[in-house]
């Protein structure tokens, strides 16, 4: 059994933070942890946009908190995101995620897993790990 709080993943390589400060990410399981996909709490910060297209990992998000929204770049369709809306990523969906007039906090899912040294490259995607190393 796994038992983690957000206490022990504060201040931890878990606890990952964009270069320019527009989310926070605490990766509660990741890919050693063996469980086949690894699971987050991401929080994008008021105000922010940040581009994202994961083209080595599928995502399903649940918004527990705050506002903003996820453009669709492929269809130019836009979609508020509140407390209890979930979006899935199911065809790599490239997008826009802005946090609104509070932060978000987000429950994230990947498929595969992170292995937590994953950082957005400049087009927005995670590079497919092959190690835990």
């Known amino acids: 059994m796994i038992v ?12 990952v933070e964009a270069e320019n400060g527009n989310w926070v990410s605490r990766r509660f399981l990741l890919r050693k942890d063996g469980m086949g996909f690894s699971f987050n709490e991401t929080i994008i910060r008021a105000g922010t946009e940040t581009h994202i297209w994961y083209q080595n990992h599928l995502e399903s998000v649940y918004c527990v908190a705050g506002n903003g929204e996820i453009e669709d770049l492929k269809t130019g369709k836009i979609y ?17 995620l802005r946090g609104g007039t509070e932060d978000m906090r987000l ?9 937590g040294r994953e950082v957005h490259d400049e087009n927005g995607v995670y590079p497919a790990m092959t190690d835990d190393e």
């Open 4 to 15: 983690r709080t957000l206490d022990d993943i504060r201040g931890t390589d878990r606890e």
């Open 80 to 96: 508020p995101i509140k407390d209890g809306t979930m979006y899935a990523l199911n065809e790599h969906d490239e997008h826009l």
């Open 107 to 115: 429950m994230c899912v990947f498929v595969p897993p992170l292995t």
